[in-house]
């Protein structure tokens, strides 16, 4: 079983592949990335990129379905809303093509990675490679929440 998980944004959204593995072995990381629009680009060109990366994995990696967290809303409505939209533009690109789409708030991710609803940024990137086998250099927090948003999803809908 392959998860797509996504950390959604739309200047840098964090994106892995992750392999759910037979019996009690480590899940293993696929695929990680931070991809980067710029913002020189109008915003619905930043979109269109979007949904053109998502269907590229989608060919390269052929996941089963897709995990990506719920949106909390912050002080700046602009930031939010354009998040949304981009959220729009991944919900669609995969439930168009009748992929399951599971959703997480950042209290599950928490809980499911590290066991406590209250963990910091530090505690969820300490815990994620405990969890998964990592055979690449991570530079990124997203890329980090994107792996914590899909182990989320496996240890909640697929562990059985």
């Known amino acids: 079983m392959r ?11 964090g994106i892995a592949i992750i392999e759910k593995n037979p019996g009690n072995k480590k899940e293993t990381l696929l695929y990680s990335d ?17 949904g053109k990366e998502l269907e590229r994995l989608i060919d390269e990696y052929q996941p089963k ?3 990506i967290e719920s949106l909390f809303f912050t002080n700046n409505q602009k930031t939010a809303m354009r998040v949304s939209e981009a959220r729009g533009v991944i919900i669609y690109t995969m439930a168009s093509q009748g992929f399951p789409i599971h959703e997480y708030t950042p209290l599950q991710i928490k809980v499911a990675v590290t066991g406590h609803g ?7 990137i300490g815990m994620v490679p405990r969890l998964i086998d990592i055979k690449k250099e991570i530079a990124h927090d997203d890329e980090y929440d994107a792996i914590a948003i899909g182990l989320t999803c496996i240890a909640s809908e ?3």
Do not use: N
């Open 3 to 13: 998860i797509l998980s996504i950390d959604p944004g739309y200047e840098r959204l």
């Open 34 to 50: 931070c991809f980067k629009t710029s913002a020189k680009l109008a915003f619905v060109t930043r979109l269109a990129q979007i």
């Open 65 to 67: 379905a897709l995990a």
């Open 118 to 124: 209250k963990s910091d940024k530090k505690q969820v």
């Open 158 to 160: 697929y562990r059985r």
